[in-house]
Structure formats: C-alpha cells, structure tokens
C-alpha cells in the first residue's frame, strides 16, 4: 500500500495511535477556530475510525477537517495525500517552513515601519498640506484599488479604514489648497467607496450605504461625473444583493440619467446593474432592454481615469458576460447559449493572473454555470463548477458569493437529483458554506 504523505508526517510526530492524534486535532481545530473566528471549528474532532481511514488512504477529509490539516501540517490537502517523497524533502520542507517563519516576521516588521513613516509624515507637514501627504493617500488608494478583487478583505481592512480616516482628517483640517482640496475629496470618494464595498462584504448593508452616501458628498465636492455615476452603481449593486431589486434599479437608472455623456466603463456598469436587478424582480423586458443598451455603450466605450486605476473601478467584457448570464440565470433561461455563456465566462475567471480577474467574479460565475447545470440535470457537472467555490477559505465568503451560493442551494433542493447521495452531500457542504437564511427576494423568482 502506497503510504501518503499525511501518513508520513502522522508517523514522524509519533500520533499514530488515534489516543495521540485526536487531542493534537483537536488542539489544532481550536487554533484555527481563534484565528479564523469560526466557532464551528472550535469543537471538531474526527471519530477514531474516521482517522483510521485517513491514515490509511482510504478517505480524504471533509472541507473542515481539510482545513485543519492543511494549517497544521503546511502542505496542500492533493500533497498531504499524494505519495510520500522522500525523507529529505520533508525535512526541506520543515526548513522552508522555518524561513517562511522569518520572513513572515520581518515582513510584519516592515508593515509597523512603514505605518510610523506615514504617521510621520501626515504630522510633519505643518501648515499648509505637502505633495508628500498627498502622494501618500494617493499611493495607498492606488494599492487598495489593485488588491481588493484579489485578496481577502481581512488583509486590507485596517489599510482601507486608515487610509479613509486619513483624508476625512486632511479635509477638515483646513490645511489644504483649493487645489490640492478638490484631489483629497476624490480620494475620499474612492476610500468612501471602498469602504461601503468592504461593509456590504461583511454583511453590514447599513453601514455600507452610509458610507456610499459620504462618498457621493464627496464625489459631488471633487465634481467628477464618473465618480458620481459610479456611486449610483455602488448603491444599485448593494441593494441587488440586499433583494432590493426595485431599489437596485432605481440607483442604476438614476446613474446613467444623470451622467448620459460618460463613455469610461462605468457607462457599461449601469445598465448591466439594471439588466440583473429587472431580473431579480421578474421584468424580462426591461432586463433584455438594459443587456441592449449595455452592449451599445461597450461599443462606444473610451477609458477614463477610472478605468485606468483598475480593480473594481473598472468593468471589463468579461465582468459584463458574467453579469448577463446571472440575468439569464434569475429570469430561468436556460438555454443551450445560455450554458455556453456560462461555461465563457467561468474560463474568463480561471486565470488568477489576469488583470480583469477578481476571486467574486469567478465565484459568481461559477455558481451560475452549476445553477444552469442543476436545472439541466447535469449533477455531477454542477458540483464539478462548484468545488472551487466550496473550497474558498472562510475570509474570502463574501456577501456576494455567499448568496450566490444560496442560490445553487435553492436550485438544488428544486431539482429532480436532490435525493442521489451526491446532491445530499453537495446540500451539506453548501448548509455549511452559508448557513444564515438568505433574504426571500435574492433568490431566482423561478425553479
């Protein structure tokens, strides 16, 4: 019998008797509920037979269980039960584990530097404000901007709040030029504006709309359009996911009515915004409507500052395929372009390294391919699009992907596999992705 690498590692730290291995889980469990704040965590612990099985290859662990693993041992769940290497790469491993340590350390160390220069320099320039203040709320939205799509929002949080607090101060502290106070009011809008992205992320739709509210004073103050208009679509997107659809619409429309000139991407965002919130409230025609003029406003699109800082600021082609199939999705068409727009997009998505790429989008577009697959019949497909999704990591289960994946929970207990053992585990692992209710109005109208 091959022996896995978990079995290797098992042995090497003497746990092979489940008396020794389940305390040292259990232990490890509860380290990673602290860090994570996963309570669920805190209590798992797997039956002594369940270890068996795993020490013997004959079982992979559970999506929990795989957690703990993984951030106890350090490697990958496909390493930890892939053949074991040879004795000298494992001991290379616990060296690297040890440089990363270090590294780790001192990349922490650079972090509190760099906090005390900025504190330094934003207490350093008295009277009026300096170019140097200046650069560094713009260098620092600039880098919130590039990240947010990519990374989780619990390592960026503290930066973004600080950042935010940082320009409302410079603002008020009637130190700036007329100049140089137009530039701070549109960096506050664009903090403002992450920031309500960041609270709708957590779930916290009222403070995120206060915090859309700020950064439309602001975006009025600095009198940019685009920021104004992309404003209305913060608002629309929070409400869509809220199950506000008719408020959804209304902040999208308002946008594009008020902003009709505007050809940066953001012209493309609203309409597309539209299209999925008609959908959601059941309007076919004004969602084909608004996928129309989405696509006409692509034709005319030209780049503008926006577009050019990137990261949601900014909406591609493929966010916009993403985006009509979700429309197609809620309304219940499920045709065969239908899928393969689905199956387009979710492709568009898998390159982490791509400039449009960002985490949600791919997670969104997955779980609108499994729905497509559900209502075809198509289980086994269905959970094959959904895996990644079931596999993000705790900080990544944003409000958005949250309730996407309560819809293909929906679309599952509704289709006629719901009973085969697959789609019972598929229905677990999905209670145990997002176990809050999901607001009624969010879910597709239609089976």
Aim: a negative charge; proline letters at 6%.
């Amino acid at each position: 019998m091959t022996t896995t690498l978990f079995r290797r590692l098992i042995d090497e730290q003497e746990l092979r008797d489940p008396r020794a291995f389940l305390p040292r889980f259990a232990e490890q469990a509860r380290l990673l509920a602290e860090r994570d704040g996963d309570v669920r965590l805190a209590t798992l612990v797997p039956a002594a037979s369940t270890f068996e099985a795993w020490y013997y290859g004959q079982r992979l662990p559970n999506r929990d269980a795989r957690r703990v693993l993984v951030a106890w041992l350090g490697y990958s769940i496909d390493r930890l039960w892939a053949p074991a290497p040879q004795a000298a790469d494992t001991s290379r491993g616990d060296a690297l584990d040890c440089g990363d340590v270090d590294l780790h350390e001192m990349r922490r160390g650079a972090a509190m530097a760099a906090r005390r220069a900025r504190d330094f320099a934003l207490g350093a320039e008295q009277g009026q404000l300096g170019d140097e203040t200046l650069g560094y709320l713009q260098d620092e939205v600039r880098r919130i901007t590039a990240e947010y799509p990519k990374k989780p929002l619990s390592t960026l949080f503290d930066d973004l709040a600080a950042a935010q607090e940082d320009a409302f101060r410079l603002i008020e502290g009637g130190r700036a030029r007329p100049s140089q106070l137009q530039q701070l009011y549109l960096l506050s809008t664009l903090l403002s504006w992450h920031m309500a992205k960041a609270c709708h992320d957590l779930g916290d739709g009222s403070s995120a709309m206060m915090h859309a509210r700020a950064a439309g004073v602001s975006a009025e103050k600095a009198e940019h359009p685009a920021l104004e208009a992309l404003v209305c679509g913060l608002k629309s997107l929070i409400a869509y996911w809220s199950g506000y659809g008719a408020d959804a619409i209304f902040h999208a429309r308002k946008g594009a009515a008020e902003h009709p000139h505007l050809r940066g991407t953001v012209s493309v965002w609203l309409p597309a915004l539209e299209a999925r919130a008609a959908a959601l409230v059941g309007d076919a025609a004004a969602a084909a409507a608004a996928v129309d003029q989405a696509a006409r406003r692509r034709e005319a699109v030209e780049p503008d500052d926006l577009d050019e800082l990137g990261g949601l600021l900014t909406f591609p082609a493929e966010k916009e395929l993403y985006y009509r199939v979700e429309t197609d999705v809620l309304l219940g068409q499920t045709t065969a372009g239908t899928v393969s727009d689905a199956e387009r997009a979710v492709e568009a998505f898998t390159d982490p390294a791509a400039p449009h790429w960002a985490f949600g989008d791919e997670a969104g577009s997955r779980c609108n391919l499994a729905v497509l697959r559900l209502h075809a019949d198509e289980l086994d497909g269905a959970a094959d699009a959904l895996r990644p999704v079931l596999d993000l990591p705790r900080a990544q289960r944003n409000r958005g992907i949250v309730i996407s994946a309560q819809r293909v929970h929906h679309a599952l207990n509704r289709s006629p596999a719901r009973s085969a053992l697959l789609a019972r585990d598929l229905g677990e692992e999905l209670t145990q992705f997002s176990p809050a209710t999901p607001p009624p109005a969010a879910l597709p109208r239609r089976p």
